[in-house]
């Protein structure tokens, strides 16, 4: 029975019933109209097909593209990091080269003690044809015991070079009473380093000699005022030190294996103590043959 109502009408039955002939023409009308729609629809659903496919692909590669983009941004905050790393260290080697930090147990005034002691080993020493001076410091004839060292000074701060005037903006900073009579040289500290690789530095370096010690003391005392001001907070002032005193301070560090509390420098000189106590009176170090002879009597 379901075959048969499916099957087309009789042309009998057809030809006794106007309205199923009408009915069916109207059906053979719509069908015909419909193919080349339906012709068209599988054109237009096979190139949105191809469309996705397109799409999809070019998804994919939008991803590749984010990932190596990613990658490639690592990497070059990568190598932003290790250019500041190798900045960092170039700049730490060229202030070891230039002037090696140091050790300092005590406070970094002076005792009256050893401002005496300094000031008749600068006269030995300037009559000594034996002294070992670098040649900067022999061309200015520095007095060290007299001289400080101003480190990280911008270049910013000190218009035209005039260190006379950066060393009296720190003065002022400090609450000092210092005039530019009070300083009888301020020089720019040679950078070889830097000068090897014809490289600017950001910071300089200045050696100051005053034309007395209690200058240069005050100095010495006041510098953590420096610390409240933006413009000098990175400044450091620390005694300053010859190569050969360098040297031999180094050599004296071995008397704190020997049982001696602490070696220090000051004034260009090297000193070192047996206790703490303020009752131990510091010992002037002059020669290693005077580390070595200390050592075998602790």
């Not at 005039?162 to 005039?179: E, P, R, S």
């Not at 005022?225 to 990175?234: A, C």
């Not at 070696?263 to 103590?273: A, Q």
Request: with cysteine.
């Amino acid at each position: 029975m379901d075959s048969l109502s499916h099957q087309r009408p009789s042309e009998s039955t057809i030809s006794e019933n106007p309205e199923i002939r009408k009915y069916i023409l109207e059906l053979e009308s719509a069908v015909r109209n419909y193919m080349p729609y339906e012709k068209s629809y599988r054109e237009l659903d096979t190139k949105y097909l191809d469309v996705q496919e397109d799409l999809y692909a070019a998804t994919i590669q939008n991803n590749e593209y984010k990932l190596q983009i990613k990658a490639l941004e690592n990497e070059n905050s990568k190598l932003r990091q290790e250019n500041i790393t190798l900045r960092n260290t170039i700049e730490s080697l060229e202030q070891a080269i230039a002037e090696p930090q140091m050790e300092r147990t005590d406070n970094d005034a002076p005792t009256a003690r050893e401002l005496q002691q300094a000031q008749n080993k600068s006269s030995r020493s300037s009559s000594s044809s034996s002294s070992v001076e670098s040649v900067n410091d022999a061309a200015e004839n520095i007095n060290y015991a007299n001289s400080i060292l101003v480190k990280n000074v911008p270049k910013k701060l000190m218009p035209q070079e005039d260190t006379k005037k950066a060393i009296l903006a720190l003065a002022k900073c400090m609450n000092l009473q210092v005039t530019e009579m009070d300083i009888s040289n301020a020089i720019i500290k040679e950078r070889k380093f830097y000068e090897r690789l014809n490289m600017q530095p950001k910071k300089l370096i200045l050696i100051v000699e005053f034309r007395n010690q209690k200058t240069k003391v005050d100095f010495l005392k006041h510098k953590e005022k420096l610390k409240t001001n933006t413009s000098f907070k990175d400044i450091e002032i620390t005694d300053y030190v010859s190569e050969d005193i360098y040297n031999l301070y180094q050599y004296a560090k071995v008397l704190k294996s020997h049982g001696y509390n602490s070696v220090y420098w000051r004034n260009n000189c090297v000193y070192v103590k047996k206790t703490r106590s303020t009752n131990s009176q510091p010992i002037l170090i002059e020669s290693q043959n005077q580390v070595d002879v200390l050592k075998s009597l602790k």
